[in-house]
């Protein structure tokens, strides 16, 4: 029996970059972002983490350390579309995904897109907006899709969305769900800038803000290439193992009432290829997983009552598990 190859989904092609070439391409964009972002490297090569895994990201901090900045900075330097919506209580899930008004001239339905359709989307304050505003970013940021008046719209490629929240600041809010949390890949925090730092920030916009002055990088076809590129990143099966371990753990930990998910398992995978690529190896090893881990599973974790009382945090439950469980001898690069 022939089988009908045009009816065959197309492979997606293999890239050609080598880890050198991935570790020169990243050390660009860092290097451009943090011309905004001072001295917040291991926070600003999270974040671009983030983007080579088609993930999203938690930006979760108090007003005016750089949350908006860095999104903004980030898809300047990789050429990408980037849409702000300021998530408030009056924020309707249409004026996040698009509505479908009647055109009088044609007689016929036309779709008025959102901002959700862009390339980087950051959604600041995320919770502010109600819960059923929230809600029509999750089919977005899983499916990379939205679906207005039964009409199914694909999003741009790549896409992102890169979200903020003051976590100090309750009133007025709407608590993020578990189901959405556990949609974003990543949750970091940028905190307070060091003496030094601040002396720099504030000399270097002296004159004008740096955002005003960076430039594109690379492009978003060059972005797709590399997302692409760190798939090839080799992950030996103790390592795996370690990963699964490390999650596992979460959900037999005594002070945690909700462990990390199997999405979370994946986006450590994926983020500790990343990392390998960015620190120019074609394997990964276990300190990936170990400076990873806090930022891709804390905050799929909800811990006991009691531990809350006892002002125990996810991180703090992370680094006792990290402690805890035994890291394995991996064999760096060697293939089967």
């Given amino acids: 029996m022939m089988t009908n190859i045009a009816s065959q989904p197309a492979q997606p092609p293999q890239s050609t970059l080598s880890g050198d070439d991935i570790k020169a391409i990243a050390d660009k964009i860092i290097v451009n972002v943090e011309r905004v972002i001072v001295g917040k490297h291991e926070e600003v090569e999270l974040a671009l983490v983030a983007v080579l895994c088609h993930g999203h990201l938690l930006i979760e901090d108090v007003p005016g350390v750089g949350k908006t900045m860095l999104a903004k900075s980030l898809a300047k330097s990789v050429g990408c579309t980037f849409k702000r919506i300021q998530f408030t209580p009056d924020l309707l899930p249409s004026d996040v995904t698009g509505v479908t008004i009647y055109n009088q001239k044609s007689g016929e339905f036309q779709f008025r897109s959102g901002p959700v359709m862009s390339q980087i989307v950051l959604a600041d304050e995320i919770n502010r907006a109600t819960p059923k505003t929230q809600s029509a970013l999750l089919e977005a940021m899983e499916e990379r899709q939205v679906t207005v008046d039964g009409h199914t719209y694909m999003l741009p490629t790549p896409f992102l969305v890169m979200a903020t929240q003051n976590p100090i600041e309750y009133e007025g809010t709407f608590p993020l769900p578990e189901a959405q949390l556990d949609r974003f890949m990543m949750r970091i925090s940028l905190g307070y800038p060091s003496r030094g730092d601040e002396l720099t920030i504030l000399s270097s916009q002296q004159l004008s803000h740096p955002i005003d002055d960076i430039g594109q990088v690379i492009s978003a076809e060059e972005v797709v290439d590399l997302q692409r590129a760190i798939r090839n990143v080799y992950v030996d099966r103790l390592v795996m ?96």
């Fill in 241 to 336: 193992e370690y990963i699964v371990d490390v999650a596992t753990a979460t959900r037999e930990h005594q002070e945690v009432y909700l462990g990390a998910s199997p999405r979370g398992s994946q986006a450590l995978y994926r983020a500790v290829q990343a990392r390998a690529a960015l620190h120019g190896r074609d394997y990964a090893i276990p300190d990936d997983v170990k400076a990873l881990a806090p930022a891709t599973l804390a905050h799929r974790l909800i811990v006991s009552p009691a531990a809350r009382i006892r002002n125990i945090d996810t991180r703090q439950v992370i680094r006792e598990i990290l402690d805890s469980v035994p890291v394995p001898g991996a064999r760096a690069g060697g293939r089967r």
